[in-house]
């Protein structure tokens, strides 16, 4: 009888790797490894060869940046969501892009199960399985950190020694990584304790803020509707333009955010982050909305982007409450069409122009200068009426005060 399948999702880091074998000594599976390519680049080439030697049968490496970035990235870019003021959340959407290609697989190989390596102490496990069940809720999940006797890293590398799987892990670089097209994370290690400053070799994209040119440089981004199309006036396609974006901030050192952040299991984390491009991206989209878009839309849509972002880091991707806010967002973006211009200097991201054919801004109206076209004694009158609460207030204060 041909064995049961089982869809893993692989990395070929060191989770993967020995998730293999354990699965076929545990569960005697058919192991059939998928790689969601979201542009990990180099990480990807030796995947092929390692995933058999490994023990699977059979690997797929899926190339998902297109779907990725227009799919997942603009997106939450158009929502302007940041997960607690700094995160631009390069891991949390890259994973139910990631899923919901396992759950495809798993339905074309005729699958029984998905195995994730997401430790039962992360966000991962909760983005991975929760696309899952919205899409295939029939499959089952297996999660061997929830499960397994092993412990701790050492544990894992031990494990790996015995089966003879080569172990990606280096004491020169011992940190807990995650790579994509939009941004590298840095987890573990010395950044254990806040305390500790990150050291600038820790960087792999950017440079420090020390060493980025001490000239500045300037970059001109259009959008349409929201979402970027040229970077200095050259058009070109999201994952091109996104690639462009990193190399010219990375350069100029932008892009570097470190905190402690909540993660959804209740534990508190410390993550290193490197996003030259998003950053650079963010602050343009901000630039242009404040021309193009009126005053309550764009302070009830800072509403919508924090539970936007809260939603995209808790794996609530698949949801229709997702679904109804990015309905919300795209129709906020209709006039949001025009260039920014930033400068670029030692990690700063500064804004140096903003245009738009659909701005609000009027100059008339906001002069200093003598104008025609407003008349300051209507003040007076708009001032009285709205005042009109407050001046209530205190009269009766004051009458209470006179009784007293």
């Not at 995933?51 to 158009?78: N, R």
């Amino acid at each position: 009888m041909a064995k049961e399948k089982v869809i893993l999702a692989y990395s070929g880091g060191l989770d993967t790797s020995i998730i293999i074998p354990w699965l076929k000594e545990n569960y005697d599976y058919d192991v059939i490894a998928v790689a969601g390519d979201v542009g990990q680049g180099e990480e990807l080439a030796p995947l092929n060869e390692k995933a058999i030697k490994t023990g699977a049968s059979k690997i797929y490496i899926e190339d998902l940046k297109k779907d990725f970035v227009e799919e997942f990235i603009f997106p939450t870019l158009k929502a302007g969501a940041i997960y607690e003021g700094k995160y631009l959340l390069g891991t949390s959407f890259a994973r139910p892009i990631i899923a919901k290609r396992l759950v495809e697989i798993a339905e074309k190989e005729g699958a029984v199960a998905i195995c994730h390596g997401a430790t039962g102490k992360g966000n991962d496990q909760v983005r991975f399985e929760f696309t899952i069940k919205a899409l295939a809720p029939q499959l089952k999940i297996i999660a061997p950190w929830r499960i397994w006797d092993i412990k701790s890293r050492d544990e894992e590398i031990e494990y790996a020694q015995a089966r003879g799987i080569d172990v990606p892990v280096t004491k020169a670089r011992p940190y807990s990584m995650d790579r994509n097209l939009w941004h590298l994370s840095h987890e573990g290690a010395d950044l254990e304790d806040p305390w500790n400053e990150p050291q600038d070799w820790l960087y792999m994209i950017c440079k420090s803020p020390e060493q980025a040119p001490d000239q500045p440089e300037y970059v001109e981004i259009e959008f349409e509707e929201g979402t970027p199309v040229a970077v200095n006036g050259q058009k070109m396609d999201g994952v091109a333009l996104i690639e462009a974006l990193n190399e010219i901030g990375a350069r100029n050192g932008v892009g570097i955010a470190d905190m402690v952040e909540n993660r959804l299991v209740g534990m508190k984390s410390r993550g290193v982050y490197e996003t030259p491009g998003g950053t650079i991206l963010y602050a343009a989209h901000a630039d242009l909305e404040s021309i193009c878009l009126d005053r309550d839309t764009a302070h009830y849509k800072q509403l919508v982007s924090v539970k936007f972002s809260e939603m995209v880091y808790n794996g609530l991707w698949y949801t229709p409450l997702r679904e109804a806010l990015s309905a919300f967002v795209d129709s906020t973006q209709k006039t949001v069409t025009g260039t920014a211009k930033l400068k670029l200097y030692k990690g700063n991201c500064i804004s140096a122009g903003v245009k738009s054919p659909y701005s609000l801004y009027s100059e008339d109206f906001a002069t200093f200068g003598e104008d025609e076209v407003y008349n300051q004694k209507d003040a007076e009158g708009f001032i009285n009426l709205y005042g009109l609460p407050l001046k209530v207030g205190a009269l009766m204060k004051q009458s209470l005060e006179k009784k007293d």
